[in-house]
């Protein structure tokens, strides 16, 4: 057993493309760009490299993990396919359609949000301010869309808050320390 190669964490993967992923929207989101980037990495990065990265996890016995990457990855090709249905107007998806596929994201984010206080810190954060994005976004689908901006600048902290616990990894390997510290979870286990 001494002699077995490490194993790559997954994670990396999969926080690196809902990281980025969600940033890119966010920049549409705000103004910034245009769909079509968006679109794009939906079905590769946010989408596919993220599954497969959630399928990884599911070899590493993390339930947590392989949820939230299939899961989330699912979700952007879904995304990426509501886009693309409307912009050739095969079938169109309006406002509150969309809202209501928010909504449901919003309610599995809800579900995941708990466990991931008991992780540490940092994953607490990225739920948190994923909760908080996704319930703004069902607010401005539903009444209130300048809501979509705020939400915009509120998930890039989110982005930013997974592209950091990637990098936590990443450097813990590289420098064989904890370079960036993740914090104390929310909701410590019982003594």
Known sequence: MANETPVANPGVVGLAGFGITTLLLQFHNVGWCGVG???????????LAQMIAGYQEFK?????????????????????????????????A???????FL?????????LWVPAM???????TTFTLL?????????AHFGF???????????MLCAASALYMMAHVIYAQIFGRDV????????????
């Open 118 to 124: 008991r992780i540490h810190a940092a994953m607490a």
């Open 60 to 92: 590493c016995g993390n339930n947590f993990g392989y949820s939230a990457f299939v899961s989330y990855g699912a979700f952007w090709i879904a995304l990426g396919v509501i886009f693309m249905l409307n912009h050739f107007n095969i079938y169109h």
């Open 145 to 155: 869309p300048s809501l979509t901006k705020v939400a915009g600048y509120e998930l």
């Open 94 to 100: 309006s406002t509150s359609d969309v809202g209501w």
């Open 103 to 111: 909504v449901s994201w919003t309610v599995y984010t809800a579900i």
């Open 37 to 47: 980037p968006i679109v794009s990495m939906a079905f590769i990065f946010g989408g």
């Open 131 to 139: 909760l908080i994005g996704f319930i703004l976004l069902d607010l």
């Open 180 to 191: 960036l510290p993740v914090g104390e979870p929310w909701i410590k286990p019982k003594a």
